[in-house]
């Protein structure tokens, strides 16, 4: 029974400056695997490609792949999302709560 996986990653939170290193996530196969974001981003591209093979339009689900933390000083939601980057590069890019719409 699966819930979420355990990202390792580094960050500090954007509210108080708090060092986090505690993250989740949702997008893999939440099996309580400890994965680095790079292997979160490729769990997500394979699970993507086997709807594909089932003939389900990839397309449907293009949503990227993203850790998240609360932070433990303030309780900020500390969310980041794994983008593709250049040269097979991830980048990981915050996402604001606020700045979101
Ligand atoms: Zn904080």
Do not use: W
Request: with cysteine; hydrophobic share 30%; proline share 7%.
């Amino acid at each position: 029974m699966g819930m979420f996986d355990e990202i390792i990653y580094k960050a500090t939170c954007h509210q108080c400056g708090e060092p986090l290193s505690e993250f989740q996530s949702k997008s893999g196969d939440n099996v309580l695997a400890r994965l680095t974001p790079r292997q979160l981003y490729e769990v997500t591209k394979s699970n993507t490609s086997k709807l594909k093979i089932y003939g389900i339009e990839p397309k449907v689900i293009v949503e990227l792949p993203v850790f998240y933390t609360y932070c433990p000083k303030c309780g900020s939601r500390e969310e980041f999302v794994i983008k593709p980057g250049r040269l097979r590069k991830l980048r990981i890019i915050p996402v604001k709560s606020n700045t979101n719409v």
